[in-house]
């Protein structure tokens, strides 16, 4: 490629033509640090809008949808109590299905769009994690599954508290849907090398090579008509945007652990910054 090809406008306003050869391999990196923060940027406006997009289709889809599914109730719980035709009842209950899986549809679009809502805090992991376990626990419940903690005291990190647990809930939910009956599920806290790491680990069905490749994609699923898919996409944003990684080990039939590293929060800026 050509040194001067496609050099961002802002690089060309500021370095004339003939000091762009003086720099020589400096100005190559400059060219190419701005092309990727021109990239990053037009990357998150993209975000930015199919945040707003989804937003706007979640309210609208939302009301009627309430509409849908509370009177599919309301008339399930009246011809349910004999005063209907069987085949009608079944009939309801399968409008409230679609319309509850529309609903969660429409809450996972939203919160994969826009994970970044809440504002950046300080926060401790412990009590945020029991807040996602605790919103976990009737899809806990359902299965039996053990929850074992192995939480160390860690360091705060920063972050976003209502993304974060969203992506614990995502991932205890997973955890959740991939174990047997009476499966358990161990949830770490640790700190090292100046991170907090928490891990989800499970003892279920874990997943083969060929499924691994695909995890963070939009829409991939393994249980079509039940999940959505959005889980592992929605838990790669919003740790992408809190510098921290999200890695995943897992055995077929043995089982998955699933780690989210966060950096340690720096030292609070002084009063008056
Ligand atoms: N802990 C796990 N054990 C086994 N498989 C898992 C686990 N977590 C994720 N997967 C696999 O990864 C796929 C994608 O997960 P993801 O959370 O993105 O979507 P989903 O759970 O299928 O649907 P959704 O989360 O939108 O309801 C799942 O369908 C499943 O095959
Ligand atoms: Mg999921």
């Known amino acids: 490629m050509k040194r001067d090809e496609a050099v961002p406008e802002i690089l060309a306003a500021l370095v004339p033509p003939g000091e762009r050869d003086r720099l020589g391999p400096a100005w190559t990196t400059a060219v190419a640090r701005v092309r990727l923060l021109e990239s990053q940027?037009?990357?998150?406006?993209?975000?930015?809008g199919l945040g707003r997009l989804a937003a706007g289709i979640v309210h609208e889809v939302n009301n009627p949808l309430v509409?849908?599914?509370?009177?599919a109730d309301s008339l399930?719980?009246?011809?349910?109590?004999?005063?209907?035709?069987?085949?009608?009842?079944?009939?309801?209950?399968?409008?409230?299905e679609a319309g509850l899986r529309i609903q969660k549809l429409t809450r996972e679009l939203a919160a994969y769009a826009s994970p970044s809502a809440g504002k950046t805090v300080p926060l401790d992991l412990a009590p945020l994690l029991e807040q996602a376990a605790l919103i976990c626990k009737p899809a806990l419940k359902e299965v039996d599954a053990v929850l074992v903690r192995d939480f160390d005291e860690v360091p705060q990190v920063s972050g976003s508290?209502?993304?974060?647990?969203?992506?614990?809930?995502?991932?205890?939910?997973?955890?959740?849907?991939?174990?047997?009956?009476?499966?358990?599920?161990?949830?770490?806290?640790?700190?090292?090398?100046?991170?907090?790491?928490?891990?989800?680990?499970?003892?279920?069905?874990?997943?083969?090579?060929?499924?691994?490749?695909?995890?963070?994609?939009?829409?991939?699923?393994?249980?079509?008509?039940?999940?959505?898919?959005?889980?592992?996409?929605?838990v790669k944003q919003i740790v992408e945007r809190h510098d921290a990684t999200v890695t995943i080990e897992s055995t077929a039939g043995q089982g998955t652990r699933v780690t989210v590293a966060l950096p340690i929060r720096g030292p609070a800026a002084p009063p008056g910054r």
């Open 41 to 48: 940027l037009e990357q998150s406006e993209k975000m930015a």
């Open 67 to 71: 509409a849908v599914t509370m009177y």
């Open 76 to 96: 399930f719980s009246k011809w349910g109590l004999g005063n209907g035709d069987p085949a009608d009842l079944e009939k309801i209950a399968a409008i409230r």
């Open 161 to 234: 508290r209502s993304a974060l647990t969203q992506a614990f809930i995502d991932l205890l939910t997973n955890a959740a849907q991939a174990i047997r009956r009476g499966g358990t599920i161990r949830l770490g806290l640790h700190a090292a090398e100046g991170q907090v790491r928490v891990t989800v680990a499970d003892d279920g069905e874990g997943m083969t090579t060929e499924v691994q490749q695909h995890l963070f994609e939009p829409f991939f699923t393994t249980r079509p008509g039940r999940g959505v898919g959005l889980g592992l996409a929605t």
